[in-house]
């Protein structure tokens, strides 16, 4: 019985494991969905400037001087700037983070799928160990009887010789 019981219990045991890989398949997903989000930021800045610097240039070849487009080209010029620094930022500590994630969140998944390998493999080794000894407990059974059957066998034959000699 207690053969039974700790099967049932590694049964549950990885089924909870499976559930967690599942969990941590799902949070690998987000964390990808994450930094590509991030990634899609950075291009988008990383556009904004590059569109900003391209209308001051065009501003610049139009070859109008007054104050006003002086102005406007030197804060287009500043928002690109501002745009790159955004970029260069979001590109720096918050996608090596994400990376990381990823990283450690796989390693995980790695972990707990190598878990519920062995885990499977110590199931089925005791689910056959546990047929094993199903097996030899029927086998106990059978020769038990048969030398019940045995012993019935001689008592009922010396029985009938006791009868024999007392009658």
Known sequence: MAKREQVVAEELKNQQLAQEVEKEVGSIAQARAAYEQLMDEIRVYCQQARELREQAAELQRSGLTDFQISEEIQQLLKH????????????????????????????????????????????????????????????????????????????????????ELEG
């Open 80 to 163: 690109a700037k501002h745009l790159d620094a955004i970029a260069n930022q979001k590109d720096g500590l918050p996608r090596q983070q994400a990376l990381e994630l990823i990283d450690r969140l796989e390693q995980e998944a790695s972990d707990c799928k190598q878990l519920v390998q062995y885990n499977e493999a110590v199931q089925a080794r005791q689910e056959q160990e546990l047929e094993d000894a199903k097996a030899a407990a029927v086998k106990m059974v059978q020769d038990a009887e048969e030398r019940l059957e045995q012993t019935r066998q001689i008592l009922s034959e010396k029985m009938a010789q006791l009868a």
